[in-house]
C-alpha cells in the first residue's frame, strides 16, 4: 500500500484519526498580495494548462509558479520539494512519491522537517484526494516526532491548480475546511501556505 491508495475512510480508520469539517476554516487568515510577476505568469500559463489538461501542465505551469512566489516572498524561508520518494513506515502504507513538500529547513538535498504535503488532485477530483493528503500529513507527523522537530501542526493542501482545498493534523485531529478557494482567491491562498509555513517557524 502506498500514499495514493488511502481513501478518507480507510485513512480515518488505519490511523484512529477524528475529522471536523468546517466551512471557512481559514477565514481568519490574512490575504498575502500576490505578485504582478506570478499574475501575469498565471494568467498566461492557466489557459495553456487547461488547454492541455494535464495533471503534469498544471502542475509545472499552476501549482510550482505559487510556490515558488511563496518563497520568493517567504525570502527562501522554506524548502520545497517535488515529486520525491517519502518512505516513513512502509508497513502501515506511508510510502510512495509526494507531489509536493514544503519543509521548513535550510536542508535543500533532502527532507528534514514538514509542515505542509500538497497532493495534486487525480482526475480533477479533490474529494479524491483527501485521503493522500491525510496520510503523507500522517507521515510528516511521525517523521517530525523520530526527528525531535517541534511541529505541533501540519497542514495540507489539496488542488487541481485552479481550485485549493486545505487541511490541518493536529494530534490524532484533522480539520478539513469545506470551502474550496480558486485562482480568483490567490491572495488568500496565498496567504493560507504562508501563514502554515510561518506558523512553525
Known sequence: MSYSQFTLATVKKAF????SEEVE????????KCSEYLAEMLQYNVPLALAS?????RSEMIISPILI?????LNAGFNLFSGIEF??????????????????????????APVIMLVEAKNENIKGGLGQCIAEMVAAQI???????????IYGA???????????????????D????????????????????????
Open 16 to 19: 484512529n484519526l477524528t475529522t
Open 25 to 32: 476554516l481559514f477565514a481568519p487568515v490574512s490575504k498575502i
Open 53 to 57: 489538461n494535464t495533471e503534469k501542465a
Open 69 to 73: 512566489e511563496i518563497r520568493k516572498q
Open 87 to 112: 518512505d516513513v513506515e512502509s508497513a502501515k502504507g506511508l510510502t510512495g512519491y509526494c507531489d509536493f513538500i514544503l519543509s521548513h529547513s535550510p536542508e535543500k538535498l533532502f527532507v528534514a
Open 143 to 153: 517523521f517530525n516526532e523520530r526527528e525531535g522537530n517541534e511541529i505541533s501542526t
Open 158 to 176: 489539496v488542488t487541481i491548480g485552479t481550485i485549493w482545498q486545505f487541511l490541518k493534523l493536529t494530534d490524532k485531529g484533522v480539520e478539513i
Open 178 to 201: 469545506l470551502s474550496e478557494y480558486y485562482l480568483t482567491e490567490i491572495d488568500k491562498i496565498l496567504g493560507i501556505l504562508i501563514s502554515a509555513i510561518q506558523e512553525n517557524q
